[in-house]
């Protein structure tokens, strides 16, 4: 199994910047992906960025230029850092990882950015 702790929501003006981080028990190493996704209120769960073993990244078209999705392997960490970031921005984001073929999630972090 593999836990994942997130960090770094809150709320923030549009333009402005915020960091997320996910901390996970297992060795990246032994992880095959790393994502990032957020739940917009009424709306479903997408992707907002991920990351492959070999460093492949994938990002929305809507966040592209914005955001950056990055691995500290000596923390066991995968960062989202959130650039000009805009009113739809706002929701719960989620981090998952893929191990061994299962799909474990965040509790998730809430992001809010006000207009």
């Known amino acids: 199994q593999v836990q994942l702790v997130e960090s770094g929501g809150g709320l923030v003006q549009a333009g402005g910047s915020l960091r997320l981080s996910c901390a996970t028990s297992?060795?990246?190493?032994?992880?095959?992906?790393m994502g990032w996704y957020r739940q917009a209120p009424g709306k479903e769960r997408e992707l907002v960025a991920d990351?492959?073993?070999?460093?492949?990244?994938n990002y929305a078209d809507s966040v592209k230029g914005r955001f950056t999705i990055s691995i500290d392997i000596a923390k066991n960490t995968v960062s989202l850092q959130m650039n000009t970031l805009k009113p739809e921005d706002t929701g719960v984001y989620y981090c998952?990882?893929?191990?061994?073929?299962?799909?474990?999630w965040g509790q998730g972090t809430q992001v809010t950015v006000s207009s």
């Open positions: 990351i492959h073993s070999g460093g492949i990244t």
């Open positions: 297992r060795s990246m190493f032994s992880i095959n992906t």
């Open positions: 998952k990882a893929r191990y061994l073929d299962v799909d474990y």
